[in-house]
């Protein structure tokens, strides 16, 4: 009997637990998560980006009604201390095949080791923090091009459309926006006259305002997102500061009107490397609209491109997480935005990527030109 014991206990000790993303799901129980602010000050963005996700599912789905996709939020308020706790939820929930996100620099920074610890494929519609493709995660992916690509396209906007010759730089100390202001300065060099980091938060800008008042730059540009870039030029404008406002793709949404006010927001200049939505052919704008009632906003048809990478990848039998990393890495087809192919470190390769410049005229943000 203790040799029996024995014996059982030793056999016990050599079973093995699949390794992780090696377990296959059922199509009809699989999964796409969406990662991002779906609720907070950007909660605009992550909106957009649900949408373009619940449409491309919501069409995959209305052919085949007996064994639908369901697309799982997770809302990271923007916060990337919300982000580890996310991500270990995405882990965890064997059915979730691939993540749409996350959408911010700062959470990607602190979710994807995870997920790449879970081998769970990421195709973020909107990070564009370049380091985020220099980590050696196989897991990610993303629908746009980076601040390396961003930053450099802003400082020549900057330089040859505006012709900025006193430019004041301003950056939120997060991932994309203090990555994207470094580049900005690397372009433009010493017509930088100042630089200065703004943390989220600072209800009481006037000391900055007194700076950029003292400075009198042409030129103004801020590396952070809509709501403390519209509170800063609100107050900036109401100072008599007239500089020509720039800013990044974490800005393009009507929320930056919303905070600056419309007089203010005048001719700002917001860059981005995404498409504008209205010039996607075939019928996704109506059918957006139709489905949600308003026109398609910042990265919706990004995140409807991630999203129709993994419907592919399901269709396919890809039904594993490995299995559907391998998948996306390799994957080459037409989007709605751009020719979808990835490098090994899972940008999109060169030849897909254009930055675009917008303007604000009257009450909208409107496209104005690519960027050479």
């Given at each position: 009997m203790l040799a029996l014991v024995a014996l059982l206990a030793a056999l016990a000790g050599c079973v093995s637990t699949p390794a992780a993303g090696t377990t296959a799901?059922?199509?009809?129980?699989?999964?796409i998560g969406v990662f991002g602010p779906l609720s907070g000050e950007s909660a605009n963005l992550g909106r957009n980006i649900g949408e373009g996700v619940r449409l491309a599912v919501g069409q995959h789905n209305r052919d085949r009604p007996d064994c639908p996709v369901r697309v799982v939020d997770f809302d990271s308020q923007g916060d990337p201390k919300r982000a580890p706790a996310l991500a270990q939820r995405v882990v965890a929930d064997q059915r979730i095949l691939g993540v749409v996100g996350p959408a911010f620099s700062g959470e990607s920074e602190a979710a994807n080791p995870l997920l790449e610890q879970g081998s769970v494929a990421t195709i973020s519609a909107s990070a564009t923090a370049a380091s985020l493709s220099e980590r050696g995660w196989s897991t990610f992916h993303r629908m746009l091009g980076s601040d390396?690509?961003?930053?450099?396209?802003?400082?020549?906007?900057?330089?040859?459309?505006?012709?900025?010759?006193?430019?004041?730089v301003i950056d939120d100390a997060g991932a994309y926006g203090q990555g994207l202001a470094n580049k900005v300065i690397e372009v433009l060099g010493d017509r930088v006259v100042q630089s200065i980091t703004l943390p989220p938060g600072s209800a009481d800008l006037r000391e900055v305002v007194g700076q950029l008042t003292a400075a009198e730059p042409d030129t103004i540009f801020y590396g952070g997102y809509y709501g403390e870039a519209g509170r800063l030029l609100r107050q900036a404008?109401?100072?008599?500061?007239?500089a020509t406002f720039v800013a990044?793709?974490?800005?393009?949404?009507?929320?930056?009107?919303?905070?600056?006010?419309y007089a203010a927001a005048q001719e700002a200049v917001i860059t981005c490397p995404c498409r504008p939505p209205e010039t996607v052919g075939g019928s996704f704008a109506r059918d957006y609209h139709d489905q949600f009632g308003r026109p398609p906003g910042t990265f919706s048809a990004e995140a409807y491109d991630a999203a129709t990478v993994f419907l592919r990848g399901i269709e396919a039998g890809q039904l594993s997480r490995r299995a559907m990393v391998r998948f996306v890495s390799s994957y080459e087809g037409p989007g709605l935005t751009t020719t979808v192919r990835f490098t090994p470190t899972g940008d999109l390769v060169d030849s897909s990527v254009t930055v675009w410049a917008y303007r604000v005229r009257g009450r909208a943000v409107v496209a104005d030109q690519p960027i050479p």
């Open positions: 799901v059922a199509a009809c129980v699989a999964r390396d690509t961003q930053g450099p396209a802003a400082g020549r906007y900057i330089e040859n459309v505006l012709a900025g010759r006193k430019v004041f404008r109401a100072a008599g500061v007239t990044g793709d974490g800005v393009k949404d009507d929320g930056f009107l919303a905070q600056a006010g």
